[in-house]
């Protein structure tokens, strides 16, 4: 199998004199390679953390050779890599039907698709369908590499996009972000015409209707190949939605199916998220910070009249 090189750029708010800083490099190898695993899951699956077996292609797809550091300069650690373009590594979904519209292509590798995954966070893209929950959180976790003053930026110089993209603190902020805004898995039930079914990858394509396609990953008990006779006929689904930030769906983690009855129109509708405001966070007090109610106790007098408590409601406010 043929290999291509690719880097992590590792720069320092200090340096050594040329030399590459060790104490970057175990951490950022530390979090390498289960980064790289959800971001290839993402790109094949629209799932950074797939419940059971992973084909094996796609864990070849994220499996990078570590090849050794350099120096680039007084602050520049340059992390060196071998890894398989998914063309060689997963050339077995590459003969099927093509089963994601923005789906990864057969000369890329697992650091463009994270590269495209960071570009689509730093610009907090909502609707971007290169992230997931998990694949936030794993992003939002780098804070702490950030946080202690050594590391500035993570950048990818290797990949050819337009954007390579580039991991630091306010790349793992706004991944912080996104994941407190996406909003809560939550059971749906939804109804179609059964387009797609791709067994290498466990995925369901419905077709609801008015253009809308509803795709939903496969975690019945049942093997997947024994839906076949479900194929191109109305069907009704039930499982987990997942959300994108903005509130659209993701896909919907499906672990039952049923042909379709008269009663299951209602369904024929593509679920979307509940947004909502994390309230108890609002009203979460900082140290020594008083409540309104508090400010206000202890400024009316007791038997103020009712001017006098419209007013001094008014001053608080």
């Known amino acids: 199998?043929?290999?291509?090189?690719?880097?992590?750029?590792?720069?320092?708010?200090?340096?050594?004199?040329?030399?590459?800083?060790?104490?970057?490099?175990?951490?950022v190898?530390?979090?390498l390679h289960e980064t790289l695993q959800d971001t290839v899951r993402m790109g094949f699956l629209h799932s950074s953390r797939a419940r059971g077996r992973v084909p094996a292609s796609l864990r070849l797809a994220a499996d990078v050779r570590y090849l050794g550091h350099s120096a680039d300069g007084d602050t520049v650690t340059l992390l060196h890599f071998e890894v398989p373009p998914f063309g060689e590594a997963a050339a077995d979904l590459y003969r099927q039907q093509s089963l994601w519209e923005d789906g990864p292509?057969?000369?890329?590798?697992?650091?463009?698709?994270?590269?495209?995954?960071?570009?689509?966070?730093?610009?907090?893209?909502?609707?971007?369908?290169?992230?997931d929950s998990g694949l936030l959180r794993r992003f939002a976790s780098y804070r702490r590499m950030f946080g202690r003053g050594h590391l500035n930026r993570i950048a990818l110089p290797?990949?050819?996009?337009?954007?390579?993209?580039?991991?630091?603190a306010s790349v793992a902020e706004a991944a912080k972000t996104l994941f407190s805004a996406t909003p809560a898995p939550r059971r749906v039930r939804v109804a179609g015409r059964l387009d797609v079914?791709?067994?290498?990858?466990?995925?369901?394509?419905?077709?609801?209707g008015q253009g809308?396609?509803?795709?939903?990953?496969?975690?019945?008990?049942?093997a997947l190949e024994t839906l076949k006779d479900y194929f191109n006929r109305d069907v009704v689904i039930e499982g987990m939605a997942m959300f994108r930030p903005s509130g659209a769906l993701l896909r919907v983690d499906a672990t039952a199916i049923a042909a379709a009855s008269a009663r299951d129109e209602f369904f024929r509708v593509v679920p979307s998220g509940v947004l909502t405001q994390d309230f108890l966070r609002t009203a979460r007090l900082r140290p020594g910070e008083k409540s309104a109610y508090a400010r206000i106790l202890g400024t009316i007098p007791a038997e103020e009249s009712d001017e006098e408590f419209a007013a001094a409601v008014e001053a608080m406010s």
Do not use: Y
């Not at 043929?2 to 590459?20: H, I, T």
């Not at 966070?121 to 609707?127: E, I, K, N």
């Not at 809308?212 to 049942?222: M, Q, R």
């Open 29 to 31: 190898l530390a979090h």
């Open 1 to 27: 199998m043929n290999l291509v090189e690719r880097s992590f750029r590792l720069e320092a708010s200090e340096g050594l004199g040329g030399k590459p800083r060790p104490e970057l490099i175990g951490p």
């Open 212 to 222: 809308n396609v509803v795709t939903a990953l496969w975690e019945g008990d049942v």
């Open 158 to 168: 290797d990949t050819a996009l337009p954007q390579p993209g580039q991991l630091d």
């Open 105 to 131: 292509q057969p000369e890329q590798t697992a650091f463009e698709l994270l590269g495209s995954a960071l570009s689509d966070v730093a610009a907090r893209c909502a609707d971007s369908s290169r992230f």
């Open 197 to 208: 079914l791709g067994a290498s990858q466990g995925v369901l394509k419905l077709d609801t």
